[in-house]
């Protein structure tokens, strides 16, 4: 019988609506005590870590997870599921996979239904998170997201739709397994990339969206000695209008790491065009292009690297390596 702890941080899935539909948070978690779902079949650890709606978790939260998922694997527990709300599940999941060694199955989970709602979700859900991470084939492949029957990789997947049961997809790549008959199956592999094991979390990384008509205001805002990094989510491969370009010329003097996705929700960014404000001139510029992240991702991960101290040439690599 494997042994698997089960962190619960809130979210959706640990609340109820009231009387007048809405879902507000509860002051015990309705799950969290869940055994019955695989009695007999595993050894359930529960962890009531926090009670927080997800817009309200930060990276210092998630570092507290890591470290608590640490103490998990020193004491020899077979396998972690996190419960977490879904709005920023996706960043809490990839901080997880670039920070814990890659041992042991993590698996995080949330709902879309709160706990009271004809077709709740979240039961189902947590489930099948601990069936996932009680296979002995979900060994080292990096943390999961297990939502709606299907696993997808932590550095790939994202939110779709703001109330849809099935909103967790990874454009471009698709799940690597389903769970099936209890099973977890997959068919797909992810190439594992370098793990950082950090102990603290910076602040001042930010992320800029590109829009049409855009102009260097919103760059000249966050040029400040407490800025250490920015994203920028560029238009189409990875473009910029034209009149930003001062103002992102003024961050890399300041020797702020830029680093530089699409906006579309499939594809990577790529220095394909050749014009102002173009992709190739962007990267001659300094800005580090990376490849299959979306924005929220990809500041996790910048924000990780800048954790970990590091700068120049091993940052740069760090950060274009997104798919390999």
Known sequence: MKT???IHTGGTISMSQNEKGEVVPNDENPIAEEQVILKGQINLITDEMFNLPSPHVTPEVMLKIKQRIMKAIDD????????????????????????????IP??????????????????YNFRNAILVAATDESYGKGALVVMNDEIHTARFVTKTHTTNVATFRTPTFGPIGIVTQNKAKY????????????????EGVYLIKAYAGMDGALFD?????????????????????????PAIQRLIDNDIPIVLVSRCYNGVAQDIYDYEGGGIQLKKMGTILCQGLNGQKARIKLLVGLS??????ELREFMSNAIS
């Open 4 to 6: 698997i702890l089960a």
């Open 76 to 103: 020899g527990v077979d396998g972690v599921v996190i419960t977490h709300g879904t709005d920023t599940l996706e960043e809490t999941a990839y901080f997880l996979d670039l920070t814990l060694p890659n041992t």
């Open 106 to 123: 993590v698996v995080v989970t949330g709902a879309m239904r709160s706990s009271n709602e004809i077709g709740s979700d979240g039961l």
């Open 187 to 202: 068919f797909q592999e992810l190439i594992q990339t370098e793990v950082c094991d950090i102990n603290k979390v910076v």
């Open 221 to 245: 805002a966050v040029n400040n000695p407490s800025t250490k990094g920015l994203v920028i989510e560029g238009l189409g491969a990875g473009n910029v209008p034209p009149q930003t370009l």
């Open 308 to 313: 970990d101290n590091m700068v120049g040439d």
